[in-house]
């Protein structure tokens, strides 16, 4: 829907975000977050958009500044967007890199270049 904000505006389109619900097609019971602090947190982050200013489920990592998931889905997906909410400083991730269909992903291949690549910006309330 069409609005009268700046060119920097912020605002979300509320009738859209139900296009955003990446979250009902992911296989949590196989889903897995490697070099995560407390084991099964990786799952909690991945809600729906009305939860996503929750900061009671987080996840962060154990050993260094790295994360990795492996995001198994129900069905054929199309991503368009990614909502990545952290605290601003040195643990907010800067960049994301995405892998699909690899059979298995660990650390020593995820090192090399991912098939799509993004760097993020801080976003407070996932409205980027």
């Not at 139900?18 to 977050?33: A, E, F, M, S, V």
């Not at 198994?72 to 605290?87: D, M, Q, R, S, W």
């Not at 992903?105 to 090192?111: K, S, T, V, Y």
Request: aromatic share 8%; with cysteine; glycine share 8%.
């Amino acid at each position: 829907m069409q609005h009268s904000c700046s060119r920097s505006c912020q605002h979300v389109d509320e009738t859209n975000v139900g296009l955003w619900n990446l979250h009902t097609k992911i296989d949590k019971y196989n889903l897995q977050c490697y070099n995560e602090k407390h084991d099964g947190s990786g799952k909690e982050v991945f809600r729906a958009w009305d939860e996503r200013l929750d900061r009671s489920k987080v996840v962060e990592s154990d050993d260094d500044p790295e994360l990795l998931f492996s995001i198994p889905f129900n069905g054929a997906v199309k991503i368009t967007g990614l909502c990545v909410i952290g605290e601003n400083g040195p643990s907010h991730p800067n960049t994301v890199k995405l892998w699909s269909n690899l059979p298995e992903l660990r650390f020593e291949n995820a090192r090399g270049k991912g098939h799509q690549e993004i760097s993020l910006t801080y976003d407070p309330s996932g409205t980027l």
